[in-house]
């Protein structure tokens, strides 16, 4: 396989862009001044971005899955994240043999 150079300076490029973007964002995070609110709204965008991830996986891949992610869920309200995780990947390992 062959990387071609305009395809290496593409992912290059992103890669610096995307790089720029956190940056950026660690720089200006520490200047804003939040109110309470907007604080809380910052607070909720990473369990909002993990949902949008884990929900169309969990809902449109089949029974085992969706019946892990509610198992996981129902972990989470008393496990730490590492507990969630190991429940999660066990439940759906076992639900799929079952399958």
């Known amino acids: 396989m062959t990387l071609d150079p305009h395809n290496l300076l593409a992912i290059l490029g992103m890669a610096l862009a995307t790089y720029a973007t956190r940056l950026a964002g660690l720089a200006l995070a520490g200047r804003l001044q939040l109110s309470p609110r907007a604080q809380a709204a910052f607070d909720a965008i990473p369990p909002a971005v ?50």
């Not at 809902?59 to 085992?64: C, I, M, N, Y």
């Not at 995780?85 to 390992?93: F, K, N, T």
């Open 50 to 99: 993990l949902v949008a991830v884990i929900a169309p996986s969990a809902l449109a891949t089949g029974w085992p899955e969706t019946a892990a992610a509610l198992l996981a869920a129902l972990a989470a309200t008393r496990l730490p994240l590492l507990g969630v995780v190991v429940v999660g990947v066990a439940a759906v390992v076992a639900l799929r043999a079952l399958a």
